[in-house]
């Protein structure tokens, strides 16, 4: 039977992180890597192993690069610690591990949860997430979505993982400041630019897309919040393209002063 190591990235994730790991303190090795939480993640870690390691945050990609790097197992499961297995997605397993699946790398369909409720329609949707790699068989590479190069064939695992990121609106929105701005920073390395006129609408399409082309409204009064929050999540990252490569204007502060002293109206 293959040996399964489950390599989950923390960061001061005290309220999620106990239901991401008791479902999976069934595999042969947890390796945890934290970014120096100051809450008590690692003291809930360590309740489910020994493998625990600190190292500064340097993004998904490189935080799970460490993990392989500290998994001794033949396959790797990458978890984050707001991530769930379903019991399905727990047998699924359990019963590739018995044999020799053959694929070296597998996605994972997520379904991501919004104020505490399943979205299972809108732009997200399907979503396939790289999670589990034999390994030795590839390695991770990206920014704000970060995902698997694999040297082998790429499979696909349909039972559920659960997603439950975003439990409040404060939650969501302090989450996608860091996002858009890795995301708005990788398409400018790409030489992505962004007028004003695509600021403005692009959010507005994207809302549009995801409550009624992607059927987001089937998700009810929910499905259209979240897409609502999917037009922000457009409109954030843009006008950071937008800053990151418009031309800066000068300081108001650095305009002639020297007729200062006129009167002001």
């Known amino acids: 039977m293959n040996r399964l190591s489950v390599v989950v990235i923390t960061l001061n994730e005290e309220k999620k992180l ?27 870690a360590a309740e489910y192993t020994d493998r625990i390691y600190r190292h500064p945050w340097q993004g998904f990609a490189r935080q799970r690069t460490l993990g392989m790097e500290y998994a001794t197992g033949d396959w ?35 379904v991501e949860h ?36 694999v040297e082998g064939e790429m ?34 390395r790409q030489g992505q630019r962004a007028g004003r006129a695509r600021v403005v609408f692009s959010p507005i399409g994207m809302a549009w897309k995801c409550f009624i082309v992607k ?24 006008v950071k393209v937008w800053q990151m490569t418009c031309p800066k204007p000068g300081s108001a502060y650095d305009a002639d002063t020297s007729t200062s002293d006129q009167p002001i109206a």
């Open 18 to 44: 106990r239901r991401c790991l008791e479902l999976v303190r069934w595999a042969d090795e947890i390796v945890v890597v934290d970014s120096f939480s100051t809450d008590k993640t690692t003291d809930i």
């Open 76 to 110: 790797i499961l990458f978890l984050d610690a707001d991530e769930y297995l379903t019991d399905g997605l727990n047998a699924r397993l359990r019963k590739m591990l018995e044999t020799d699946p053959p694929c070296d790398g597998y996605k994972i369909h997520r």
């Open 114 to 149: 919004f104020l505490g409720y399943p979205i299972r329609h809108g732009t997200l949707n399907p979503s396939y997430q790289p999670r589990l790699l034999r390994r030795g068989k590839g390695y991770w590479t990206g920014g704000a979505h970060a995902h698997i190069e």
């Open 155 to 188: 499979g696909l695992l349909h039972e559920d993982l659960y997603h439950d990121s975003h439990n409040t609106i404060s939650d969501f929105i302090s989450r996608i400041d860091y996002y858009t701005t890795v995301d708005a920073e990788d398409r400018v």
């Open 215 to 238: 059927q987001g409204y089937r998700d009810g009064y929910i499905g259209l919040l979240f897409s609502l929050c999917m037009g922000l999540y457009s409109f954030l990252r843009l």
